[in-house]
């Protein structure tokens, strides 16, 4: 049984025909109303933000968390009861509270946090060049392609992001604001580096596993596509509005969701590993479409590895515990047949198409 939380979204409605076509587990999508879809997906009526919202989840269910309405207390329910929750969320404080909520309260059943393209994806490519010898710091660059509307839930987080401070941790630890680091990436081979301004992600399970001694610093970044649009939010956190445009998320949500689409469709990540020279050791390229269908394959592959192992881990994890680089990277292919997938590394571990 799989219980989608948030489902009725854009990667929720991707996810739900990707369970139809490569699974035939039955799918239960959260919702405050009620009413069948068919014999393999029914709508389960929830009120997630109630007291008592996990006590309508199916005992020993994976609940694929999709919005963070939901109380971290639930997922603690869900793991606690036997069942394995499944977070995609990218806020770092959201993530840290479901972490520390399930390592609290226990159970036999499974917490995985960072499932998604980024973090998740984005998590799996940090944590391979981490291994990287004299690695001693990890910058991710994103990009999203403007191409289509991605949902009013994601464009709500986006823009709520940019308000939001957040820790960047290394040997030293310090709160900067969005757009107060910026840096440039290669996305695309052969092509001119471009913009990208530093934003607060969840990290969890990057660093940190392998007996480092000394602390690496992590720092995530965003670019947008056309890179216009990256200049024009640059400009604005410059100002300093990025709290006014948070503030007002949900009014800037509905104007921009009636304007076309710019840019092109398409999802890029690329990570460094860095010395301590800040020198490049290796690095990690992802060119791909869609991230609405990267994010649901990412987690459909997630799903399928937490349930796979006749001993599955159990307590509070992060999705480098699940799946390796190279599996995702499988998966991705297996699961979007049709879609441009592009992937090369270079450095510590040799290039690699």
Not at 42 to 61: M, Q
Not at 114 to 126: F, H, I, N
Not at 183 to 189: A, I, P, Q, V
Not at 210 to 232: E, I, K, N, Y
């Amino acid at each position: 049984m799989i219980v989608l939380i948030g489902g009725t979204g854009d990667v929720g409605e991707r996810l739900v025909s990707l369970l139809l076509d490569h699974t035939a587990a039955s799918v239960l999508v959260a919702s405050r109303r009620s009413g069948a879809r068919d014999d393999q997906v029914k709508t389960l009526r929830l009120d997630i933000a109630a007291v008592d919202a996990a006590v309508g989840i199916p005992l020993g269910a994976t609940v694929v968390n999709l919005t963070e309405a939901t109380p971290p207390s639930v997922a603690a329910d869900v793991v606690r009861a036997g069942g394995s929750f499944l977070e995609t969320s990218a806020s770092p404080d959201y993530v840290q509270a479901v972490s520390r909520e399930v390592a609290t309260t226990g159970g036999p059943g499974t917490g995985v946090v960072c499932v998604g393209a980024a973090p998740g994806l984005s998590t799996l490519m940090a944590a391979d060049a981490a291994r990287t010898e004299g690695c001693a710091s990890i910058d991710i660059g994103l990009e999203l392609g403007m191409g289509r509307h991605y949902g009013s839930a994601a464009m709500k987080w986006s823009i709520g992001a940019l308000g939001d401070q957040y820790q960047v941790s290394g040997v030293t630890s310090s709160t900067v604001r969005p757009g107060d680091l910026r840096r440039r990436f290669t996305f695309e081979r052969g092509r001119r580096s471009r913009k990208a301004l530093g934003l607060g992600f969840a990290q969890q399970g990057i660093v940190g596993q392998s007996g480092r001694r000394s602390p690496v610093r992590v720092r995530t970044f965003l670019a947008l596509h056309p890179p216009f649009a990256t200049h024009l939010t640059g400009l604005l956190l410059r100002l300093g509005l990025g709290p006014t445009l948070a503030r007002h998320k949900r009014g800037l949500t509905r104007i921009l969701m009636r304007l076309p689409p710019p840019g092109r469709v398409g999802t890029q990540i690329a990570v460094e590993a860095q010395g301590p020279d800040g020198g490049v050791l290796a690095a990690r390229h992802l060119a791909a479409g869609d991230q609405a269908e990267v994010t649901a394959a990412m987690i459909l592959a997630a799903i399928r590895a937490v349930n796979a192992g006749e001993k599955p881990l159990r307590g509070s994890t992060t999705i480098v515990d699940h799946l390796t680089l190279t599996e995702a990277f499988d998966a991705l292919r297996r699961f979007l047949p049709d879609m441009p997938i592009e992937t090369w590394s270079s450095g510590a571990a040799g290039d690699r198409a």
